[in-house]
Structure formats: C-alpha cells, structure tokens
C-alpha cells in the first residue's frame, strides 16, 4: 500500500518536469515532498522546527513562481535537502542535515537494498537470484534480437524497410524514464536516513567547551603571555591602518569609480584575511584551559577589543560600499559585498559568544551555518533584478544601462515602463522593446507546468 | 570475495544503464555496431573504477570489522562525493545526452557495486 503513493508521486514527478523549464512545477513538487513525508512521518510535523523548515521549504519554491532566479532555484534545492536531512534526524545540526538531506536524496534506495536484504535469510537470497533469472529472460533475448535485426536489416532491403515503417513514437520513453527518477527521488526521501558517523558524532557533540585534564598552570601562563603579546600588537596595527583609512576617506572630496572599486575590493580582500585570521587566533588561545585560567581577563579583553576593531573595520567597508552603490548603481557584486559584510559581523559576534561563554568550535559552526541559511532563504525571497533596474533608473547618480539589459529577464517589464514614460529613443529603446517581445514571447510559450508569476501580467 | 563476478555483473549494468537511457533520448539505427564495441571499453573503465575505488575499501579491511561498518561508514560519503562529480561532469557537459548517460551508468553503476561488495561478504557469514 504504500507503493501507491509514490507511483502517484513519480507519475506526477514525470508530468511536471519532462520536457519543462521550471515555474509552477517547482511549487507543485515542493507540496508533493511535503506529502510524502507527512504520509510516512506525520508525527513529526508537530515538531515547531519541522513547520518552519517546511515554510521555508515552500517559501522558496514560491520565490521561484514568482522571479524564477537562479538564487531561488539554488536556495530551493538547499531547502529540500535540509527538509529531508531534517526528518533523518531532527536534533542534529544544520550541516549534519545536509549531509543527511543529501545523501538521503541520492543513495538512500541502496541502503535499503542492502538492509532489506540482511534482514532476510535464505529465502530472500533465493528471490535475489530469481530476479537475476528474470533479468536474463527478458534482457539477454531482446539484446539477441536487437543485434540479429541489425544484422538482417543489412542483408535484406525489404526486411530492411519492413522494420524502418515499425513505429514506436506512440510510446513516450522520456516520459516513462522520468517516472522512474522520479520514482527514485520519492523512495529515497520517503524514509530518511542519517550518515551514522557523522550524525552520532553530532548529537553527542555539545555547545559547551570542557575543561581538559591535562591543566598545567605553567604551561597556560606562558601562552597566556603569547597571546597578549600578539593580540596587543596586532590591535596596534588594525588601529594604525583604521585611522589612515578614515583619513583617507576624509581627505579625498570625491572619488571616481575605478579608485571607489579599488577600494572596496581591496578592502573585502584584507578584511578576508583580517577576520580569518581574527577567528583562527582566537580560537587557538581559547581552544582548552585557557579559558578557564585565572588571569586570563586581559587577554579576554584584548580579543574582544580585536574583534570591536575588526568590526569598525566591517563598518568602514561598508561605509565605502555604501558611497559605490550610491554613486554608481546596485550591481550584483556590490549586494554581494554588502551580504559578506552581514555574514562576517555575525561570524565576529558569535566569536565574542564563543569566547565569554566558553563555547567549542561547533558552536560557531552551528550558528554561522544557521546564518548562512537563514540569509540565502531571504535574499532568494527578494526579486533582486527588479531592485537593482528600480534603483539603478531613478535614483541612483550614473547608471549603466548595458548591465541592466544583460540582467535576467525579471526587469523586461519596469524596463519596458521606463523607456515609455521617458520616452526614450534610439538604441536604448531598440534594446528594450527586444528585450521585452523577447520575454512575452517565452511566457506565452509557458505550458501549465512553467506558469511563472509574470504569465498573469500579460493577459 | 568473488571480486570477478561483481565486476562482470557491474559492467553489464552499466552497459545497460548507458545504453538505456541513450536508446529512449536519442537512438539511431546506426549505432548497432557501436553498442556491440562498447562492451569493451565499459567494461574496462567500469572494472578499472570499481577496483581502484570500491575495492580497497573491502580487501583492506575485512578482517578488521564487517562489510557492513565499513558499508555504513564509507558508503555515505563516497555516494555524494560521485554524485558531486556526476552532477559537476553533466553541467559542465552541458547536459548532453552522451555525458549525461555516461555519469548516470557510472554513479548507479557505482552505487550497486558497494551493495554487491557488501551482500558477498554476508552470505558468507555464519549466522
């Protein structure tokens, strides 16, 4: 009985996506997921965390309906995994859902081949060579046919033309095959399983940094001396290179684009290496007994003052980031900037967690990965091409109008709306309207499964 | 272990698995010739992958612990570490179906050999 369902789910599976691009159908099979899970794990769904990854899960599917970006797209598969990864084991961690997600979507339909087999004694072994009996019956005879009929169809023109006129396009094969990945995919997903190692290692793992045996006050003394040494001189050095920065952003009245690009990127860059190595260093010191050493409230203090510096030096790149897009437009390079920024102020605030509540290593991997999620879900929620054109049209100072016609097609209509109400002309306009029939054309080709939110704009 | 019957049977599968999916996309008559050839060299690269990948894990360490740890162990990893290769070779092919039929046969092919591995050891376990 319970076959049924996922014969339903593949034949659905098969309709959706064979021969589609994505839309409605991405929306359609995110429910179809949820269905399958809840038939097989109902229990599970008045769990708070599994409703809200489910909404998460659909939310992202909808964010597809709607721009159909390849962020979304992206953000809807990490969705799906984590949602599955999630039913393997609910208490674990988010990466360790991940990897349960993904291995549970691939390769779960080969565990449970070889348990299902294991289970069984003799009498399975006996099916197992039954099955391989029924392969040869029908696999090895129409391999033999095939072959002969190849053989034959040179020798004879009539028999030849015989078997040219037999026609088997009735039949639809890509469909059927479809079916059967799908078939696949709803199997593997229908019953979670979790990557034993990593998942015990996870669930036995705590936030919680313990006090190692091997506590020498001498050793600590000395490393604690070590770090003080080293955290003094490089808050030294990130103050120096903090004040030139500012002077040199007060200094200079206005600066062009290549010297504002300069800047940015060659600050994302020392700011990469600043905060990699902020963390590691800080991690290193407190990775054992020094954080339950006695006098170590100076060095405590000097990572925190390290880390207040590190997130001025966050504040100032994002300062110069900030001038760039107000000068020169929304680009997708410049968002990405402004959401490394976001990314690395959570990592420096979870560090100082780390670091006054003693807390191990994998609770900055929890709460960072968990950032990292929660951040690509909303900005897979935001239509950022029609951000970027809304901006980059009317408000900002210089706008490059080539970059907004090589964006996705998710701007053709306020393109379309800007060239009529500024009654442009020339190759501006010629671009648009090309870039615009072109966009109406496709969503007029739309069949039912690729319904995006845009069909219903042009009826 | 009998190493050369799970060779033969994955080389079959694979060939199957192959031609399979190339028969249902895009089949030409013409082909008869090539399917007939490629036993060959499938069977050389799938042997050849198999043993340099699959193998090592159950004749170095089957005196050790069961196939079955080492199943539960290994297994997780390896399948998402080929299918990141598979899924990277296809788009990078841009989804062609010669590409595409060839990750497909070597990921499935891979997978059922590890279950092949593994079930070889059981049956000969005393219960």
Known sequence: MKQIPLIIGAILFSTLFCHQSIGLNLVLFSLLTICILAINHLKTFKNTTTLILSSVYILTAISVFFYGSQLAITANCIAFITFVGHFSESKSSIYVNWLNGLYTTVARFFEHQLNSNSKKSGDKFKRDIDYLQWTKVIGIPILTVIIFISLYKNGNPVFSDFISKIDFSFINFQWFLFAVLGYYLLFNISKPTAVDPATVADLNTGNNLAKNDDYSEEKLKKENQLGLVLLALLNILIVFFLITDVSYLLTIEQLNAPQLSNQVHSGINALIASIVIAIAIILYFFRGNLNYFEANKPLKTLSYIWIALNILLVLSIALKNYQYIFAFGFTYKRIGVVIYLLLTLIGLLSTTIKVNRIKNIWYLMRVNTQAAFFILIVASAINWDSHITQYNLYYAQTTDFNYLINLSENNAFILKDYSDLMVLKGEKQSKINTKYRRYVRSLKANSWQETRFDNFKIH | ?127
């Open chain 2, 1 to 127: 272990m009998n190493t050369p019957l799970i060779l033969a049977k994955s080389s079959l599968l694979s060939f199957c698995i192959f031609w399979g999916i190339i028969f249902i996309v895009d089949f030409e008559p013409g082909m008869f010739g090539f399917i007939v050839l490629s036993i060959i060299p499938i069977s050389i690269v799938c042997s050849a992958f198999i043993l340099f990948t699959i193998f090592p894990f159950f004749w170095r360490k089957s005196n050790e612990v069961s196939k079955a740890n080492i199943f539960r162990t290994y297994f997780p990893f390896y399948a998402i570490i080929v299918f990141g290769f598979s899924l990277f070779g296809t788009i990078i092919a841009k989804f062609y179906i010669f590409p595409i039929s060839f990750f497909a046969s070597a990921f499935f092919t891979t997978m059922q050999a590890w279950v092949w591995f593994s079930r070889d050891y059981k049956n000969k376990t005393p219960q």
